[in-house]
T-cell receptor
Framework: KQEVTQIPAALSVPEGENLVLNCSFT??????LQWFRQDPGKGLTSLLL?????REQTSGRLNASLDKSSGRSTLYIAASQPGDSATYLC?????????????FGKGTKLSVIP | EAGVAQSPRYKIIEKRQSVAFWCNPI?????LYWYQQILGQGPKLLIQ????????DSQLPKDRFSAERLKGVDSTLKIQPAKLEDSAVYLC????????????FGPGTRLLVL
């Protein structure tokens, strides 16, 4: 059974700092890995999606990396802003036939202090 | 393009009562998902539809939960009777057909069972 772990559970940083969020998964037979952002009372917004054959994806100040063999991914946020404050969730989709379900971690709650 | 719509946004009921949630996916998305997100946890897939058919309902508590997707568009998720541990946010997501496709999430319905 796939398990996804995110460390740390919460993180508080001053504005302008660069930061890294970590995600690990137990089954390396993944199809892809996705990072989401969740704001209080709202649904999930997809930030970056990395296919199993890729090593990293970038969007603006965000960079996500994937090391499938070691079961790890990181989300790097450059020059953090107060608007980045949210919960960040990592999710993996397994390879193989059948369900397209995403298996999520519990998330990292990020607070960026002005 | 309109996103995934869900209603109601909030619902408070007493245990043993029944409740139903509604989801309207993005137009043209054949695949629809219901996830349950308990406070402090990542979302967990309850059921996946492709058009009218169920692809995966392995984690749906079938003694009390039911879901349908008539005509392959809108979907309803029902809980009868509700238990205290059903208090959670119920998220609906949709995607185009295919494992590579991104899932788009609605804002969720927050359920509190007293």
């Amino acid at each position: 059974k796939q398990e996804v772990t995110q460390i740390p559970a919460a993180l508080s940083v001053p504005e302008g700092e660069n930061l890294v969020l970590n995600c690990s998964f137990t089954d390396s037979a993944i199809y892809n890995l996705q990072w989401f952002r969740q704001d209080p009372g709202k649904g999930l917004t997809s930030l970056l999606l990395i296919q199993s054959s890729q090593r990293e994806q970038t969007s603006g100040r965000l960079n996500a990396s994937l090391d499938k063999s070691s079961g790890r991914s990181t989300l790097y946020i450059a020059a953090s802003q107060p608007g980045d404050s949210a919960t960040y969730l990592c999710a993996v989709k397994l390879a193989g036939a059948g369900s397209y379900q995403l298996t999520f971690g519990k998330g990292t709650k990020l607070s960026v202090i002005p | 393009e309109a996103g995934v719509a869900q209603s109601p946004r909030y619902k408070i009921i007493e245990k043993r009562q029944s409740v139903a949630f509604w989801c309207n996916p993005i137009s043209g998305h054949a695949t629809l998902y219901w996830y349950q997100q308990i406070l402090g946890q990542g979302p967990k897939l309850l059921i996946q539809f492709q058009n009218n058919g169920v692809v995966d309902d392995s984690q749906l508590p079938k003694d009390r939960f039911s879901a349908e997707r008539l005509k392959g568009v809108d979907s309803t998720l029902k809980i009868q009777p509700a238990k205290l541990e059903d208090s959670a946010v119920y998220l609906c997501a949709s995607s185009l057909v295919g494992r590579a496709e991104t899932q788009y999430f609605g804002p969720g319905t927050r359920l509190l069972v007293l």
